[in-house]
């Protein structure tokens, strides 16, 4: 049983709500992260708390991806997609009604688990509802989308803090996630799941260690490695040579428009046929390592040169990386095969900044942006050597 099929205007609307859901996943992520640090009441009140509360959602996402993305598989995108928002929407809200450190803890985990299931199934029905020929704007809007509540949540996240407390930021999240879930209810359609083939484990484990799964999922992983540290170090490195936190804001805010400005662009060129997902993803691998490598040069130039070219280099690499996992994938399998991409993806974002700094703690930071550059390098001849290798090989 398949979806029937969707006039291209009505597609654009029901795109809508999906967008939404990026946003809202991504302003979850960031909007509460990049401000528990400054928040000063009891709920956190050491470094280790806050790290505790930051490895939560994360935690939740690597373990919970996977299993409702297969989940989204066997009953629909759409029950996943929408009861995933309300439980985002009833974690937030459940701060706002008790506002004590214990169900701090409880709500970041249920935001987590939440996401877990919103956040595959929104990807997998990305590509369900449209066609082959047009996944790569798909996806180029829908990581546009995730980029924005990337590089707004921790701005509006601090305004909210500033205006009225981790309750007020919670308040609108919860506000954020029910509303999308109403607009999704009422505007995305029921994409029913189809007949599956019985699927043991090693079923599953040849599938996720073939080819067309691991390449692209190790890029989008390298990529958001690189942009986790992007966001996290560059920072550092401006402030280590004098500048100012107005200017080091500026750069990582490059990093994420640039990445966001580069994802529909991208995700275009793919579908017209003037870039191919091999060339595409290799040359975000090397635009990514350079702007690593950039990140040593001293003062404003290095950090803004860093911040453009990993911003553009993960900007190519997300929509292209997304659109081949879809067309390498049976439709039935969508949901699952989004999860475990997802789940490579947040082991790169905790991956990468855990590299960079442990480098960093024996050498220095030059140092730790040097390996993670020469990571992604090495991944792009690997995937250039194969590519000639597979097109010199007898059919």
């Known amino acids: 049983m398949t979806h029937q099929p969707i006039s291209p205007a009505a597609l654009s609307r029901v795109m809508w709500p999906l967008y939404a859901a990026g946003f809202t996943t991504a302003f979850g992520a960031h909007g509460i992260a990049a401000n528990l640090g400054g928040f000063s009441a009891d709920a956190v009140t050491s470094l280790i708390v806050l790290g505790g509360l930051l490895a939560l959602y994360d935690g939740a996402e690597v373990v919970l991806k996977p299993v409702f993305g297969s989940l989204a598989d066997r009953v629909g995108g759409k ?38 299931a919103f956040s595959p199934s929104a990807s997998a029905m990305v590509a369900r509802l ?17 980029s924005i509540g990337y590089t707004l949540g921790p701005l509006l996240g601090g305004v909210l803090v500033w205006g009225g407390g981790l309750r007020l930021l ?27 083939k019985r699927q043991t484990v090693a079923d599953l484990a040849r599938r996720l260690a073939d080819r067309s799964f691991l390449a692209p999922t190790a890029a989008l992983a390298a990529a958001t490695a690189a942009l986790s540290v992007g966001v996290g170090f560059l920072p550092v490195s401006g402030a280590a040579a004098g500048l100012g936190t107005i200017a080091t804001g500026a750069a990582v805010s490059v990093l994420a428009a640039t990445a966001a400005v580069v994802q529909p ?74 999860g475990s991409a997802e789940l490579g993806r947040e082991l790169g974002d905790a991956g990468g900044p855990l590299l960079v700094a442990g480098v960093a703690t024996f050498a220095t930071l030059a140092y730790g942006y040097a390996a993670l550059a020469i990571l992604l390098a090495a991944g792009a001849l690997l995937a250039l050597l194969n590519g000639r290798r597979m097109a010199h090989a007898p059919s």
């Open 79 to 116: 029950p996943v997609l929408l009861g995933g928002l309300i439980a985002f929407a009833a974690a937030s809200a459940l701060y706002v009604i008790a506002d004590s450190p214990g169900w701090l803890w409880a709500a970041r985990l249920g935001q987590g688990a939440a996401a877990s």
């Open 265 to 338: 662009k991208a995700g275009r060129a793919l579908d017209d046929g003037r870039l191919t997902t091999r060339t595409g993803l290799i040359a975000g691998l090397l635009a990514t390592a350079v702007g690593l490598a950039a990140a040593v040069l001293p003062g404003l130039i290095g950090v803004l040169a860093a911040a453009a070219l990993i911003g553009a280099g993960t900007g190519l690499i997300t929509p292209l990386g997304f659109a081949a996992l879809a067309a390498s994938t049976p439709e039935e399998r969508m949901g699952q095969t989004m």
């Open 170 to 196: 919670f308040f609108v999240m919860a506000l954020c996630a029910a509303a999308v879930a109403l607009w999704a209810a009422f505007v995305v359609p029921a994409v029913p799941p189809l007949p599956r």
């Open 130 to 146: 449209n066609p082959a020929a047009k996944r790569g704007r798909a996806f180029g809007s829908y990581g546009f989308y995730k």
